[in-house]
């Protein structure tokens, strides 16, 4: 009777260790596939999103000159000002502004420019936030990057150097066009063809540099009769067939009452 005991209380515990086994085998199993899934999740998102390389050491400062409306960071700046890495720097209508970063280079501001401008020691790195117009003045050995929001229609020159033209339609799916400066004109490498007032693009991106050039780029009104051709003359036509219907037409009706609408 005690042997048959003992036999079943054996078997029991067997097959209590047994099931112990495969229960924590089985979650090893599956904390494993979700380690797995988890990793995998992250290296998809990694590639999806590309980690911008920044530029390596300290952050430069910059002196700041101008006339007319300037402001850093939205306040008000006068000429002799410290501009530091980071800085919102913008100018408003009918003013000029110069930021000096000494070895990083130097960067022009044209009127009703906004730009972002991270500066250190071997390169200079601009956003433009409102696509104004601005020459990045680079040393030898001074790498520069210019990214243009909203995919702007600009006039890229590049008078001295070389630059690199990133357009398209987004940072996936895009073309790039080499920029060398010749005789202070620009010189486009793929057409092989000089332009005098730079190369227009339509969907410009990000603008690079390895150093030792001269970049403008420009998104004023003030070249688009020439961009468009013949379609600046229809313009000037539709403008003054517009005068003239705005001279010949009725007078608008009187504004309703907001107490007695009519």
Known sequence: MYLR????????LLMLALLGVFTMRSLAVGQQQQADSTSAAVQKDAVRTPVPVQPSGPPATGLLTGNGQVYVNGNPAESGATVVSGSTVSTGGD???VVDLGPSGRLELQADTTVVVTALPNAMWVNMDTCGNITQTLPPGRAG????FHREKVRI???RGEATVRHGKNEHQYNERLLKGVDSKTFDDQEKKVYGEGKRFDDALIV?????AVISIDCGEKHIAGWWGAGGL????GLATRKSFDKNKLPPPPTPSA???G
């Open 5 to 12: 005991f003992y036999r079943s209380l054996t078997s029991l």
């Open 95 to 97: 003013s000029k502004a």
């Open 145 to 148: 990057q210019i990214i243009i």
């Open 157 to 159: 020159s590049v008078t």
């Open 208 to 212: 690079t540099s390895a150093g030792d």
């Open 234 to 237: 229809l313009g000037l036509l």
């Open 259 to 261: 107490i007695n609408p």
